[in-house]
């Protein structure tokens, strides 16, 4: 958020991408706020996006009930999205995630950090792909 | 805050009977500040008369702000006769690149073979200014600027002074980044430049049914720029920014068509070369 209260141009331009792709898409803001997602993501996540509603890092971090293929749980820090914004990179992996509509699905999931300017951070990004049916 | 439109047409200089009321010269407004200061908008070809009005003015700084490197934006700044001027300090401020620094970018257009002088041969003490994030004091008044949506690095800038407010956002694409009937102000292009504003001056290039042959080329129609004026709460919206193919019928035509969307709740004008402002 800007000093104005505004989001970030970045922001709002990656939030207009993501409303007009099929594929499920995740933006967290610069402080890890999930401050949108799109349609296609509210399938995988389980509950369409309501505007206004932000989740903090710490319950999007936990809420997707990740495990591994083998069905080992993960914590946040295998997510992608929780790299990207953390860590200010690019990551990528396979997970298995379930919904809060209690569907799990296998995933391969890219995520990477948006910056406005090289030394502006402004959130970050990622796109799931369902890789097959449910797990 | 005293304004006089020296240009108002987008894209393309057009000169001619059919756009004589509202006038041909690209992008330029001068702004003259309560301390006297001259603060100018753009820099388009209207920026030549403008100069020449200057001339014995006794000036010896001029802040000149630009959105944004288009052509139509710039194209006058070679003909601006202080540049010309040795005892000129020429503030330039522009929106920052991730690629070139204001003052590459600038030199691209000034310097052969697009002009026949180099921007380093020019006489006038010439210093660039990244665009402010942060509000900053320019004469009398607090400038604060923000990237919108057009394409490329484009910014709107916001000035204040003695209480009044002028925003001005002249090729502006707020439609493209969300629905402007639905969506949080927070996630609309430009809002915060704009939020209660006296005078807004917004792009209007295109009529309703011009703008779907057009979407993402970096403008707004009569509607968006109507919701958007609504949405900020602005005093007043003057109509920015002409399409070349507009002749000035067609002009206000337009103007119409926004004050019918507009209803009371703001007043809406047609900019137009030689228009004064005062915001008092």
Request: glycine content about 10%.
């Amino acid at each position: 958020m800007t000093p104005t209260g505004q989001r970030s141009l970045v922001l709002i331009l990656a939030r207009d991408l993501a409303t007009s792709l099929a594929t499920p898409v995740f933006v967290v803001d610069e402080v890890g706020d999930l401050v949108f997602y799109n349609e296609a993501a509210g399938e995988v996540f389980g509950r369409p996006f309501v505007e206004g509603e932000t989740m903090r890092a710490e319950e999007w971090g936990t809420a997707f009930a990740q495990t591994d293929e083998d069905g080992r749980p993960l914590g946040p820090e295998a997510i992608p999205l929780w790299t990207a914004f953390r860590e200010q990179r690019p990551a990528h992996r396979h997970l298995v995630i379930t919904g809060v509509d209690g569907v799990r699905r296998r995933l391969s999931v890219t995520a990477f950090p948006l910056y406005a300017r090289a030394d502006e951070f402004v959130g970050a990004l990622a796109v799931f792909w369902e890789t097959s049916g449910d797990a | 805050m005293r304004l006089r439109i020296w240009g108002c047409r987008g894209s393309l200089a057009t000169p001619g009977p059919d756009t004589v009321r509202y006038g041909g010269n690209t992008s330029c407004i001068e702004v003259r500040l309560a301390d006297g200061s001259l603060v100018i908008l753009d820099a388009g070809t209207g920026i030549r008369p403008l100069g020449l009005s200057l001339e014995g003015s006794g000036l010896r700084r001029i802040d000149l702000l630009i959105t944004h490197l288009h052509l139509d934006h710039l194209e006058g700044l070679g003909f601006f006769p202080p540049l010309w001027d040795p005892s000129i300090e020429l503030h330039i401020w522009g929106p920052v690149s991730p690629m070139q620094s204001l003052r590459e970018r600038i030199a691209t257009y000034l310097s052969p073979p697009l002009f026949p002088v180099h921007l380093s041969d020019v006489p006038s003490q010439v210093v660039f200014h990244d665009a402010p994030d942060d509000e900053v004091r320019i004469g009398s008044a607090r400038v604060l600027s923000q990237p919108i949506i057009h394409s490329g690095p484009t910014v709107g800038y916001r000035l204040e002074e003695g209480g009044r407010i002028l925003a001005y956002l002249t090729d502006h694409e707020p439609a493209h980044g969300a629905d402007l009937r639905r969506a949080a102000p927070e996630w609309v292009s430009g809002f915060s430049i704009a939020q209660g504003a006296d005078l807004l001056i917004h792009d209007c290039q295109y009529t309703e049914e011009e703008y779907p042959a057009h979407v993402g080329w970096g403008h707004s129609s009569t509607a968006h720029v109507t919701d958007f004026a609504r949405m900020t709460k602005v005093g007043r919206l003057v109509l920015f920014h002409h399409d070349p193919m507009h002749a000035d019928d067609e002009l206000e035509r337009m103007v119409a068509r926004v004050r019918e969307l507009a209803g009371t709740a703001f007043d809406v004008d047609l900019a137009r070369e030689g228009m004064e402002i005062v915001l008092r």
